[in-house]
């Protein structure tokens, strides 16, 4: 027997707010995430008991909500199998809670399309904020699209991969259409980081660039989750830079701009005619470097070469600093002056979390979502995405604004 008890929030709004189904198999939970969701005003909550052998929380709704938050079980592989059987474009937005240390979980959630995965035990802070992300974009709050990140590292290994790979990440679990462009031609490891089988490579799609639409060009990814596609090489292809024409990477990136919210491209350390374009083209440049003397002064050689022969400068680029750590002989201020530019962004130094994200292949946001170093990729997201959402105090009141009469 399915159970549903509907309770309208209990903030009254000027018109019907937007209906959020709470889904699970145990009556407590249900009841504390109802009592935690509806602090949030003009949301209307229900919740629905799944029992009796059954696993679909959507089974038998006479009208769809416009979110779905599902508590998984023990039987989370049913109760996502479940849901897969119904047609993407019939599932409501998902959010999942579950068990932390459930990686298998945790990456069945996001291939049937979960905007966000939070562990056990849930905090409050995290389930108003993936709420609210999810409540935009339900509403169609428009977001920044068709936007070029370009990373590079100062030095080789400085972290630009990692953070690439993460930023795209991040981005799409806010359920923008994403896609992580590896143009290491010879030796990228996006794939590797996430996981990812590639059937087709970036060579294929650059060769055969003028007869590709956006349909096409996404047949060409890999698929991590629904709104987050990879295209890179695969193992043991041999490419070079001069089997690439300029004009099949301005093609490219021309396409993917048209067919995707956001573009994320891992460059390789190096100036050519490649690195070149996308960097000219990008929207938002992230120069990634450590606090070491040959890092900074290898960041000072790159960042004059954007500025003066690429013309990159202002907001359009910015400094990251990874593996950050207070007591390094090179400070922040120390980078800041030699580079001439204001304090630069900093990851916080968590080599066992990444170390084992990577060879797992689980970006951080699902390994290690509350480790200090996935939040500081999540606020490079949300500075770019312009979502005040994440705070609690701004997020009542942006429900405030997007539900008011």
Partial sequence: MLNTLETS??????????????????????ARLKALSEQLPGLQVSTRQVSNGHTDPLYGLEQMPDMLLLHVSHLWREELGALQQHPSQQRPPLLVCGPQDDRDCMRLAMQVGARDFLPEPLLEQELLAAIGR???????????????????????????TMLACNLAHSLSAHGRRTLLLDLDLQFGSVAHCLDVQPNHSHMEVLQRIDEL???????????????????????????????????????????????????VVDLPRQIDHLTGITLEQADHVYVVLQQSLSHLKDAVRLVRIMREDLGIGGERLQLVVNRYDK??????????????????LRLPNDYAVINESQNTGVPLGLH????????????????????????PGLLKRTFGRLFRG
């Fill in 9 to 30: 929030s209990g903030v009254a709004v000027g018109r019907q707010g937007l209906r959020l189904l709470i889904s699970g198999r145990d009556a407590g939970v249900l």
């Fill in 134 to 160: 999810v409540a935009l974009e339900a509403r169609d709050v428009p977001a920044p699209g068709g936007q070029l990140i370009a990373i590079m590292n100062a030095k080789g290994g400085s972290g630009a």
């Fill in 368 to 391: 290690a979502p509350r480790a200090a170093l996935t939040q500081g990729i999540r606020q490079i997201a949300q500075d770019l995405l312009g979502n005040e959402a994440a705070a």
């Fill in 213 to 263: 639409d956006g349909v096409a060009l996404h047949g060409f990814c890999s698929h991590f989750s629904p709104t987050l596609d990879v295209l890179g090489g695969r193992a043991g292809e041999l490419c070079l830079t001069q089997d690439v024409q300029l004009e099949q990477l301005e093609a490219l990136l021309r396409l993917a701009r048209t067919s995707y919210d956001w573009v």
């Fill in 327 to 344: 007591s390094a002989p090179v400070s922040l201020k120390d980078i800041a002056e030699a580079l001439h530019c204001g304090e630069p």
